[in-house]
């Protein structure tokens, strides 16, 4: 099974880092996140979003972007190398799958009891 690497080129410089969960499959054909519909996707919001968002104007997916240009103050990088989408995997691999959502949706963690919003104090 191909896995998806992340992009980051330069600790030092980075001032973002996107987590995301895993990768999917346009991920996996072009070996980086965020390089297909999730990718434009995440373009297309940090464009309308942010004032002078550093892929202003750029109509690619930003992983695609990041990996072609070299720009080092924003990285992408996966909880998980490998897919957790069953679509990905050849007929037969759903174990794999299931393995994963198991650890993904565990019935025995707690539900998060803090629900504040983003920004608000602690």
């Not at 996107?18 to 990768?23: A, G, K, M």
């Not at 309308?48 to 990088?77: A, E, H, Y």
Request: net charge positive; aromatic share 6%.
């Amino acid at each position: 099974m191909k896995s998806v690497m992340d992009i980051i080129n330069k600790v030092a410089d980075l001032k973002v880092v996107l987590v995301l969960e895993s990768p999917y499959k346009d991920e996996l054909i072009h070996n980086h996140p965020l390089a297909g519909k999730s990718g434009k996707a995440v373009t297309d919001y940090i464009n309308r979003n942010i004032q002078n968002s550093p892929v202003s104007g750029i109509n690619l997916p930003i992983g695609c972007f990041l990996k072609v240009n070299n720009f080092t103050k924003l990285g992408i990088i996966n909880s998980s190398w490998l897919p957790l989408d069953e679509t990905c995997y050849p007929c037969g691999s759903s174990n794999i799958i299931k393995s994963f959502n198991l650890i993904r949706r565990n019935p025995k963690s707690g539900k998060r009891k803090n629900r504040r919003s983003w920004g608000q104090p602690t």
